[in-house]
């Protein structure tokens, strides 16, 4: 079956570091791949989402580029906040279907230190 | 619109009692799901609805487990003879069909936290 497979966390990180949190997958098809983000004592947002393959989704400052030849979408961001400490969810959902039947990864915890 | 509601926010049951949960989405939007999500993993889908139809279930929602729709609006999650297994907290999202191809994203509401004790 489908699955996603996130770097281990926790990360953590100084205000201002470069972020990357690996993520890859195993879907046949061509699944639509989303990173969704759980702040402290809220719900999960979409935070950005690719559609095909090659595409960057982008929002806040984050980027992910679908890779179809590495089954990966590694979430980037320049320079990070304390802001951007939160849980970041890779999920991917197979071609074709509703964008609300989600497969998620694990989980990585990101803190940001001023 | 407030976005997705669930309620209770928080429940402490003692094995063997049933529970019931409820999901108010958002009200444009004619699918919902229910997720499940344990301590330190991500969100594992159980089932989602259209309107009214259940049209999927996964294999993690054993018989104990009931989910309803019944006017195509809320949704409630019930659990039936509690385990301590159960103890997790339980997501329900919206959204708008795949066919609706302008705008399809699920949002997502702050979820039920279930202890069985």
């Known amino acids: 079956g489908d699955s996603v497979t996130q770097m281990e966390g926790p990360v953590t990180l100084s205000e201002e570091a470069f972020l990357t949190i690996n993520c890859t997958y195993t879907?046949?098809?061509?699944?639509?791949l989303f990173w969704y983000v759980q702040y402290p004592g809220e719900g999960l947002q979409l935070l950005l989402k690719?559609?095909?393959?090659?595409d960057k989704g982008s929002n806040k400052g984050f980027e992910a580029t679908y890779r179809k030849e590495t089954t990966s979408f590694h979430l980037e961001k320049g320079s990070v906040q304390v802001s951007d400490s939160a849980v970041y969810f890779c999920a991917l959902t197979p071609s074709g279907t509703s964008y609300g039947k989600l497969t998620f990864g694990q989980g990585t915890i990101l803190t940001v230190h001023p | 619109d407030t976005g997705v509601s669930q309620n209770p926010r928080h429940k402490i049951t003692k094995r063997g009692q049933n529970v019931t949960f409820r999901c108010d989405p958002i009200s444009e939007h004619n699918r919902l799901y229910w997720y499940r999500q344990t301590l330190g993993q991500g969100p594992e889908f159980l089932t989602y609805?259209?309107?009214?139809?259940?049209?999927?279930k996964s294999r993690l929602l054993s018989d104990r487990f009931s989910a309803e729709r019944p006017k195509g609006s809320f949704s409630t999650l019930e659990i039936q003879r509690t385990e301590q297994g159960d103890s997790a907290m339980y997501l329900c999202a919206s959204s708008f069909p795949f066919e609706d191809t302008l705008n399809t994203e699920a949002f997502f509401g702050q979820g039920t936290r279930l202890t069985v004790v």
């Open positions: 690719a559609t095909k393959a090659d």
């Open positions: 879907a046949t098809g061509y699944p639509s």
């Open positions: 609805f259209q309107n009214e139809a259940q049209l999927e």
